[in-house]
């Protein structure tokens, strides 16, 4: 059965400094990956798919990239501003009709 | 930008009593989901709906649990019987596909279901 960790639960980070958020998964048989972002009692934003072929994708200040052979994927966001705040998660798809396992998530705080 | 649209926001019920949450997906998209979030929980997979019927259910989705496309737009999950427990955010997505390949989720910003 797929489990979805993300590793950290909280970050807090002064506004301006790269980080990365981690996601790891424990079958490596994964359609696609997405990561997702989520303000508090509020719906999900998605903001990168990665499909299973793919190595990484780009959005803006957002990288995300996948390593299914190790069951990783890291989420890289550069130069964090207070609007970033939010909690992501990752969401690994596991078949072709797209239903996703999610992770718990990592609660990002950025500081002014 | 295409948005899913969910109805109500927020809804009290009895426990016991039969809800229906609506959506409305993107209308282009031919996939369909449900998802829910209890507080402070992963959000988890209900149930996967293409070409009018159910391609996939979770152990979550028993026989309480229902979903139709009464027509072309709308995407209704209906809870028969409330149990508290069933308290929890309720996200409908959709998703488009080119190719064979699955684009990303859009989801709704959720209904949020109290059973007292």
């Known amino acids: 059965k797929q489990e979805v960790t993300q590793i950290p639960a909280a970050l807090s980070v002064p506004e301006g400094e790269n980080l990365v958020l981690n996601c790891s998964f424990t079958?490596?048989?994964?359609?696609?990956l997405q990561w997702f972002r989520q303000d508090p009692g509020k719906g999900l934003t998605s903001l990168l798919l990665?499909?299973?072929?793919?190595r990484e994708q780009t959005s803006g200040r957002l990288n995300a990239s996948l390593d299914k052979s190790s069951g990783r994927s890291t989420l890289y966001i550069a130069a964090s501003q207070p609007g970033d705040s939010a909690t992501y998660l990752c969401?690994?798809?596991?078949?072709?009709?797209?239903?996703?396992?999610f992770g718990k998530g990592t609660k990002l705080s950025v500081k002014p | 930008e295409p948005e899913v649209t969910q109805t109500p926001s927020h809804q009290v019920t009895q426990m016991g009593q039969e809800v229906i949450l609506r959506c409305v997906p993107i209308?282009?998209?031919?996939?369909f989901y449900w998802y829910r979030q209890i507080l402070g929980q992963k959000v988890e997979f209900l149930v996967s709906?293409?070409?009018?019927?159910?391609?996939?259910k979770s152990e979550i989705f028993d026989d309480q649990f229902s979903v139709e496309r009464p027509d072309g737009s709308n995407f209704t999950l209906k809870i028969r019987s409330t149990k508290l427990e069933d308290s929890a955010m309720y996200f409908c997505?959709?998703?488009?596909?080119?190719?064979?390949?699955?684009?990303?989720?859009?989801f709704g910003s959720g209904t949020r279901l109290t059973v007292v």
């Open positions: 709906f293409y070409n009018n019927e159910i391609s996939e």
């Open positions: 990665i499909q299973s072929s793919q």
């Open positions: 079958d490596s048989a994964i359609y696609n």
């Open positions: 969401a690994v798809g596991g078949g072709s009709q797209g239903n996703l396992i």
């Open positions: 209308s282009n998209h031919l996939y």
């Open positions: 997505a959709s998703s488009a596909e080119t190719g064979g390949v699955l684009h990303g989720y859009t």
